[in-house]
């Protein structure tokens, strides 16, 4: 990911973040009494201004969202490369204990802004969801999957799944072996 690259991803989440609190730019210059000028964020959210973590930070307290949402991934991804695809039962997830999920249900709402994803069944995650999911719950990779398996929010390739009234199996596939 080349840095304009990765600008425009940070403006794009910085931008959905806002969006999903309701704010506009305006909304936020207020909030802030000018620590925040519209032009300054608008510049942000456009990729053509760098923004400091400190910074980052303030803006994912006042977006009340943890600022690891707001990163772009890292490109390295060796450490997820061995796992099966990532799919969320939501279903199963909105019947869990939210002091357990309630930081991957907030996650998971902003990927679904992200991504104009308004399914209420499942989330189909990206392997790179997977690396700055687990530096939201402070471990690895591996072992959030296995946490999640626990849990039983994820759905296993073949496996049967309720969508609206009708059931059918999903068509998920094993990850592809490398030589």
């Given at each position: 990911?080349t840095?304009a690259?990765?600008?425009?991803?940070?403006?794009?989440?910085l931008r959905?973040?806002?969006?999903?609190?309701?704010?506009?730019?305006l909304d936020?210059?207020e909030?802030t009494?000018?620590?925040?000028?519209?032009?300054?964020?608008?510049?942000?959210e456009?990729?053509?201004?760098?923004?400091?973590?400190?910074?980052?930070?303030?803006?994912?307290?006042?977006?009340d969202?943890?600022?690891?949402?707001?990163?772009?991934?890292?490109?390295?991804?060796r450490?997820?490369?061995?796992?099966?695809?990532l799919?969320?039962?939501?279903?199963?997830?909105?019947?869990?204990?939210?002091?357990?999920?309630?930081?991957?249900?907030r996650w998971?709402a902003?990927?679904?802004?992200?991504?104009?994803?308004?399914?209420?069944?499942?989330?189909?995650?990206?392997?790179?969801?997977?690396?700055?999911?687990?530096?939201?719950?402070?471990t690895?990779?591996?072992?959030?999957?296995?946490?999640?398996?626990a849990?039983?929010?994820?759905?296993?390739?073949g496996?049967?799944?309720?969508?609206g009234?009708?059931?059918?199996?999903?068509?998920?596939r094993?990850p592809?072996?490398?030589?």
């Amino acid at each position: 990911m080349t840095e304009a690259d990765y600008a425009l991803e940070l403006g794009r989440r910085l931008r959905a973040a806002r969006n999903r609190r309701g704010m506009s730019l305006l909304d936020v210059q207020e909030r802030t009494h000018g620590r925040w000028t519209a032009g300054t964020l608008g510049a942000y959210e456009r990729g053509s201004r760098t923004l400091r973590v400190h910074r980052l930070v303030e803006l994912a307290d006042l977006y009340d969202v943890p600022a690891t949402l707001l990163v772009p991934p890292a490109a390295d991804r060796r450490d997820v490369d061995h796992l099966p695809p990532l799919v969320i039962d939501l279903r199963r997830l909105r019947k869990l204990p939210p002091t357990r999920t309630g930081p991957l249900r907030r996650w998971i709402a902003i990927v679904q802004v992200l991504r104009s994803d308004s399914s209420r069944d499942l989330l189909r995650l990206r392997r790179s969801d997977l690396q700055s999911l687990s530096r939201l719950y402070s471990t690895t990779p591996s072992m959030l999957y296995e946490r999640l398996g626990a849990w039983g929010a994820l759905v296993e390739p073949g496996e049967p799944v309720a969508v609206g009234t009708r059931r059918r199996v999903l068509p998920i596939r094993p990850p592809q072996q490398r030589s």
